[in-house]
């Protein structure tokens, strides 16, 4: 996948598509597996690399975040704020979070615990060969979207949704209970 230079218009463009996708409530990612199912950034990688490819892809997360970074920084700025960007851990297997423990069946995540991105690079794997999403606009999607999270923790809106969460769900349990 030669000459990924990244670039503010590739994340510009990615932004975009998950702010239309959610506003209209609809998972980008089932978009680009076809429906289906469910600053400076010092990677922290629980295990270097084990590959060229692996390799190939920490760069590659780099650059993304890179540009996340870019444009967040510069649209707080505009707001009158600061962003402040979130660490991304690199992991293949399995990694240990603020949030517990995290393996394959996890894929990548947010943590709002540590404010950090978990990227498992053994997803991308997955990205290609069970759900059809190869290459870097795929790749690039997941960052963009766990970066997203630590945007949404950073406004307040993440905590307000699962707070929200925690209520709908003792609702439908109390509900449940009545009859």
């Not at 959610?22 to 084990?50: C, E, H, R, W, Y």
């Not at 890179?66 to 851990?89: H, I, L, M, S």
């Not at 979207?145 to 949704?161: A, D, I, K, S």
Request: proline share 5%.
């Amino acid at each position: 996948v030669g000459g990924r230079s990244g670039g503010m218009g590739s994340i510009v463009i990615i932004i975009i598509f998950i702010v239309i996708a959610m506003a209209f409530g609809i998972n980008p990612l089932s978009i680009l597996t076809g429906g289906g199912s469910s600053t400076d950034v010092p990677f922290q990688q629980t295990l270097p690399p084990q590959n060229a490819n692996e390799d190939e892809l920490a760069n590659f997360v780099g650059v993304m975040v890179k540009d996340t970074e870019d444009y967040w920084g510069n649209y707080f700025r505009e707001q009158g704020g600061t962003y402040t960007a979130p660490k991304v851990v690199l992991f293949s297997g399995q990694t240990e979070s603020a949030c517990g423990i995290a393996d394959t069946s996890s894929g990548p995540f947010y943590c709002p615990n540590d404010s950090k991105v978990y990227i498992d690079l053994a997803f991308y794997d997955q990205l290609r060969r069970q759900f059809g999403a190869p290459g870097d606009f795929a790749q690039a999607y997941v960052i963009a979207h766990e970066v997203g999270h630590h945007v949404q923790n950073l406004t307040g809106v993440l905590p307000e949704f699962n707070q929200a969460r925690q209520t709908m769900s003792q609702d439908q349990a109390n509900a449940a209970s009545v009859k």
